[in-house]
Nanobody
Framework: QVQLVESGGGLVQAGGSLRLSCAASRTIFSFNTMGWYRQAPGKQREVVAQITSGGVTIYAGSMKGRFTISRDSAKNTVYLQMNGLKPEDTAVYYC?????????????WGQGTQVTVSS
């Protein structure tokens, strides 16, 4: 059973920054991709950013240029640096790890961390 533990959420003013961390219970290279999703009240969960096992990063359009996903393989941890935060970034942020599987990849999720951006 894979465990993903997020930390780093909190309350910040608009324009501020936060860094989220996601610690995995196994090597991050066992995942095809790791990433961050978010879910705001009354909305569907949406992808924020992903990083592949090869290090390729992918961002949702509205987050590009403001958010940066990175990893530390020695710590089995993936980070999300969020700059220039806006009130619309307020959501619960979830860490995701996607592992090889058949017939489909297997998703693991963290418990979520709340990010609140005040105007």
């Amino acid at each position: 059973q894979v465990q993903l533990v997020e930390s780093g959420g909190g309350l910040v003013q608009a324009g501020g920054s936060l860094r989220l961390s996601c610690a995995a219970s196994r090597t991050i290279f066992s995942f095809n991709t790791m990433g961050w999703y978010r879910q705001a009240p009354g909305k569907q969960r949406e992808v924020v950013a992903q990083i592949t096992s090869g290090g390729v990063t992918i961002y949702a359009g509205s987050m590009k240029g403001r958010f940066t996903i990175s990893r530390d393989s020695a710590k089995n941890t993936v980070y999300l640096q969020m700059n220039g935060l806006k009130p619309e970034d307020t959501a619960v942020y979830y860490c995701n790890g996607r592992q090889p599987g058949w017939p489909r990849e297997v998703d693991s999720w963290g418990q979520g961390t709340q990010v609140t951006v005040s105007s």
